[in-house]
């Protein structure tokens, strides 16, 4: 079975502030994809990143970065010097064969960045 | 510009009407997809589609009925047998294959009252 867990419902900072959303997957497959997404609120889902089950390589884009560590089935997203406009909720998701291939999300975490 | 539309954006019904959401895509993309937004409860399939005339349920597909005539459009019927069916509902599509990421739409408020 296929699970995701983002156990932070809501987070809540001042503008400026790192702030990590927590990410851990649960997955029998040695192949795998995970997704994060930002939803805001506006309501439509936006694609931010995948990385594959092979690739453990952290990544950096801007002030968006992704640790990815299958020791602990985890792939945490930590924006660095949070804005405004960080405000939405947050989805990482995992595809994999044992799930036929269709993304199961985790319940997403709401992030409130204040002025 | 590429992109998914559905319509409209809020949708207010009686009970007992069924209703039918629409979902378009412009991106020749295969696969296509409905979830179920609720506060709280992140994304629940509903129904999805790979391939045109063929669709599969998802985890909570009870109460709703689709169909996939054409390349472009998965609409999505809510009917009088969904027990709850105010939500947020969202269209996605997807290259086919094993590890794309998915395209969404703008959603469509739907409130039975």
């Known amino acids: 079975a296929q699970k995701v867990t983002q156990a932070q419902t809501e987070i809540s900072v001042v503008e400026k502030e790192d702030v990590t959303l927590d990410c851990v997957y649960e997955?029998?497959?040695?192949?795998?994809?995970l997704f994060w997404y930002k939803q805001p609120p506006s309501g439509e889902l936006v694609f931010l990143i995948r990385?594959?089950?092979?690739?453990?390589q952290n990544e950096i884009s801007g002030r968006y970065s992704w640790n990815f560590q299958k020791s602990t089935s985890s792939f945490n997203f930590t924006i660095t010097a949070s804005q405004v406009v960080d405000s939405a909720v947050y989805f990482c998701?995992?595809?994999?064969?044992?799930?036929?291939?269709?993304?199961?999300f985790g319940r997403g975490t709401s992030l409130i960045v204040h002025p | 510009d590429g992109g998914i539309t559905q319509s409209p954006k809020y949708l207010f019904r009686k009970e007992g009407q069924n209703v039918t959401l629409s979902c378009e895509q412009n991106?020749?993309?295969?696969?296509m997809y409905w979830y179920r937004q609720d506060p709280g409860q992140g994304l629940r399939l509903i129904y999805y589609?790979?391939?045109?005339?063929?669709?599969q349920k998802g985890d909570i597909a009870e109460g709703y009925s689709v169909s996939r005539e054409k390349k472009e459009s998965f609409p999505l019927t809510v009917t009088s047998a969904q027990k709850n069916p105010t939500a947020f509902y969202l269209c996605?599509?997807?290259?086919?294959?094993?590890?794309?990421?998915?395209?969404f739409g703008p959603g469509t408020r739907l409130t039975v009252t």
């Open positions: 990385r594959n089950s092979f690739d453990e």
């Open positions: 589609s790979q391939i045109v005339n063929d669709f």
């Open positions: 997955t029998r497959d040695t192949t795998y994809y």
């Open positions: 996605a599509s997807s290259t086919r294959g094993t590890y794309y990421e998915q395209y």
């Open positions: 998701a995992l595809l994999a064969s044992g799930g036929s291939y269709i993304p199961t």
């Open positions: 991106l020749n993309h295969d696969a």
